[in-house]
């Protein structure tokens, strides 16, 4: 009803009817993220963990290579030395070798002059006594004395050297 000559009267309506669907309710499910103090913390640590378990085992892998790449260097360093200490025990085996054998040459060599001035010594011994020529061999019997006399080679110095005597 609207009076004449005033403005119109505001129609009156009825609230609209709300659907269920808008009313609040209380939720059946809880949410997939707990805002409980130190949960959000719990899942931050669990993630933080995931990622670096990985990490971890790789890093014990790489830390056992290591120490096998260690002990490969150390045995490989200490074969290395054995191998040089081989080489020089094999050059130091040598050298002796052939300083045995100039030694033992030059040996020869001495004892070759010794007993070819014997053989001379035993001649012209011998020649002086065929021309009836004193020899005095008086110091040699002292030194002979003074000295034993071992070697067999002698034998032959000794003989004339006694006829002489």
């Known amino acids: 009803m609207a009076i004449e000559g005033g403005p119109p ?11 269920a669907e808008d009313e609040p309710t209380e939720p059946d499910e809880e949410p997939t993220v707990d805002s409980r103090p130190g949960t959000i913390e719990h899942r931050i640590d669990q993630q933080i963990d995931e990622r670096v378990e ?5 890093l014990e892998e790489l830390e056992e290579r290591v120490s ?3 002990n490969y260097a150390r045995i490989s360093l200490g074969e290395r030395r054995v191998k040089h200490n081989e080489e020089n025990l094999a ?3 040598d050298s002796l070798t052939a300083f045995a054998e ?12 010794l007993q070819v001035q014997r053989l001379l010594l035993a001649a012209m011994l011998e020649a002086l006594e065929e021309a009836d020529v004193d020899v005095d061999l008086s110091a ?9 006399v071992t070697d067999a080679g002698n034998a032959q110095l000794e003989e004339a050297i006694e006829r002489l005597s």
């Open 9 to 19: 009267a505001p129609a009156i309506t009825e609230p609209p009817e709300e659907d």
């Open 54 to 58: 990985p990490v971890d085992r790789r």
């Open 68 to 70: 096998e790449l260690d």
């Open 91 to 93: 050059e130091f085996s």
């Open 102 to 113: 100039r030694t033992m040459s030059k040996a020869n060599a001495i004892e070759e002059q």
């Open 140 to 148: 040699v019997e002292r030194y002979r004395e003074d000295r034993i």
